[in-house]
């Protein structure tokens, strides 16, 4: 008889405040792909997801797809169309990539982990980012006076 091989679950589905709180709290790097209820999870860079897990087979690196629709510390991303991808470490946001470019993701997934790796094995400390498009959204007023040089650090 054939064995079958058990298919092993590459992304964790996050749709409730719960869960997603529950996620922050995962050792290692987590990815996590928003959408939007009406247009789903990215598709096609599942298979660059599974690839790089596999070529690793890294049991830090995680992978996720959250609902903006129904987890509140997401809600600011309703209303977005493109593929965003938020990198969380330590429960902290450390990156984010918006659309699908594999290279850039990759890219990010491998920086991101190698600095997971030393925050856990060195006890270097995260670097924690905001994401600076929401920001802007958010404030564009303060956003403007910064970049203009009147809003001092």
């Not at 087979?57 to 129904?70: Q, R, T």
């Amino acid at each position: 008889m054939g064995s079958k091989k058990k298919e092993i679950l590459l992304q964790i589905t996050i749709n409730n405040q719960e869960l997603w709180e529950e996620m922050l709290c995962f050792k290692g790097l987590m990815v996590v792909d928003v959408y939007q209820a009406w247009c789903g999870p990215c598709k096609t860079v599942v298979n660059l997801f599974r690839k790089i897990k596999n070529e690793l087979g890294d049991d830090l690196l995680h992978f996720a797809v959250a609902e903006v629709d129904s987890i509140g510390a997401l809600e600011k991303y309703q209303g977005k169309c493109e593929p965003t991808f938020l990198f969380y470490a330590g429960g902290e946001l450390v990156a984010v990539v918006r659309g699908a470019n594999a290279p850039l993701l990759q890219k990010t997934i491998l920086e991101q982990l190698a600095a997971e790796r030393k925050v856990l094995e060195h006890g270097a400390e995260h670097v924690v980012i905001k994401d600076e498009t929401l920001y802007k959204e958010e404030n564009p007023a303060a956003t403007q006076k910064r970049e203009q040089g009147g809003e001092q650090a």
